[in-house]
Structures are given as structure tokens and as C-alpha cells.
């Protein structure tokens, strides 16, 4: 049998997989952990249904990894400066 939405309708077996892959990528968003966040919604925007909840879960993923990566990128030559300072100062 279905699973049922709370005003006792049955949701179709494509509701109930939309509904899963934004509960995982929900799940994964509020760990920060970007990525699989972002694979899951795109699964469930690959469905069709409320693509815009999707789409703007997307939308912020690719914002948070794009600051990631900024920071990232900004450690890495921070830390590139401090390694070559101790070779020189050695």
C-alpha cells in the first residue's frame, strides 16, 4: 500500500521518490556536506515535480561550493606563502 499524505491521500510512487530525494539531500545540506546534497536535489529535479524547491536548493549548493572553494584556494596559497617563507628563512 501507498504511502499517505497527511490529509489521508495516497501519494503516487514518484511523489514518494521526490519526497526521498529531498529528505536526502536535506539530510546531507544540514551537515554541510555540499555535494551529495546537490546530487540528491538534482535527482529529484530530474523528476519534475515542485522543481523549484529543487532548483533553489540547487542554486544555494552551488553558492556554498563556490565559497568553499574560495577558501580553500585562499588556505592553499596562505599556507603555499608560510612554506616558503620557512625555506628562505632556513
Known amino acids: 500500500m501507498g504511502q499517505k499524505e497527511t490529509d489521508g491521500t495516497l ?11 529531498m529528505t536526502r ?3 546531507f545540506f544540514r551537515i554541510e556536506i555540499f555535494r551529495p546534497a546537490k546530487v540528491w536535489y538534482s ?18 549548493c552551488d553558492r556554498l561550493l563556490a565559497y568553499e572553494r574560495r577558501v580553500f584556494t585562499i588556505l592553499g596559497i596562505a599556507g ?9 628563512l632556513f
Not at 523549484?52 to 540547487?58: L, P, V
Request: charge should be negative; hydrophobic fraction near 45%.
Open 11 to 21: 501519494l503516487s510512487a514518484e511523489e514518494r521518490s521526490y519526497r526521498e530525494f
Open 25 to 27: 539531500g536535506d539530510d
Open 43 to 60: 535527482r529529484a529535479l530530474a523528476m519534475n515535480i515542485n522543481s523549484d524547491q529543487a532548483k533553489e536548493r540547487i542554486a544555494e
Open 80 to 88: 603555499s606563502i608560510v612554506i616558503i617563507a620557512v625555506i628562505l
